[in-house]
């Protein structure tokens, strides 16, 4: 159980950093293009091991005999599957739309999908 | 057995710092952006909690949430985009 817990602690460490670093990430970055890139990739990165740790733990309890755990560990992995499943997809038809609304990049000299419908 | 409560309120500052942001940030695209990271955020901390409590309500609580703002996400999106449904 000791070897589980530094997992589970190394897990709660880097899931921490990356959630802190997206969230800052959303107000230092200058235009919205760019916030989309920093939250999203860096809060998915994060929850994924933070839920991971949550997995690690609960399966420690369920090894050593105790089944009521059981149910934890496989919601949780469905609740990883469903965020990693829901985030990109979100993630890029905020993008696409926010490019059909004529949301300009900041500093940006060229726009390389100017006039272009990708439908 | 680890104490998940400082991870916790590690969590809840993450989510009062992108909240922030939907209430300064300037323009829908980037309101709607923030609030997908808050509905991120709080997925995480629902698990989190549900095994602080050792209740599993929390986790089906939140494999609920997920689905509901990626729905919400996805037509808002739609709503910015312009197009029709």
Redesign the interface.
């Known amino acids: 159980m000791d070897a589980l817990n530094t997992v589970s602690y190394v897990f709660i460490g880097i899931g921490l950093f990356f959630n802190f670093v997206g969230a800052f990430g959303l107000h230092r970055f200058p235009d919205m293009y760019t916030r989309l890139h920093a939250a999203t990739k860096c809060t998915t990165f994060g929850s994924i091991f933070l839920i991971l740790a949550v997995i690690v733990q609960a399966a420690g309890i369920w090894a050593q005999g105790e089944t009521s755990q059981s149910v934890m560990c496989i919601h949780s992995v469905l609740a990883l599957v469903a965020l990693l499943v829901t985030n990109a997809t979100g993630a890029h038809a905020i993008a696409r739309a926010a490019h059909r609304s004529g949301e300009k990049p900041a500093r940006a000299a060229v726009d390389d999908l100017e006039g272009k419908e990708n439908d | 057995?680890?104490d998940w409560f400082p991870?916790v309120i590690?969590?809840a500052v993450?989510i009062i710092?992108?909240v922030?942001?939907i209430f300064i940030g300037p323009?829908?695209?980037?309101r709607?952006?923030?609030f997908?990271?808050t509905n991120?955020?709080v997925?995480?901390t629902l698990?989190?909690v549900?095994?602080m409590f050792?209740h599993?309500i929390f986790?089906?609580v939140?494999?609920v949430y997920?689905?509901l703002?990626?729905t919400m996400?996805?037509y808002v999106?739609?709503y910015?985009?312009?197009?029709k449904f």
């Open positions: 057995m680890i991870v590690a969590m993450c710092i992108t922030a942001r323009g829908a695209p980037t709607l952006v923030a997908d990271t991120t955020l997925v995480a698990v989190i549900g095994m050792n599993v986790i089906d939140a494999i997920a689905l703002s990626f996400t996805l999106a739609k910015i985009g312009g197009s």
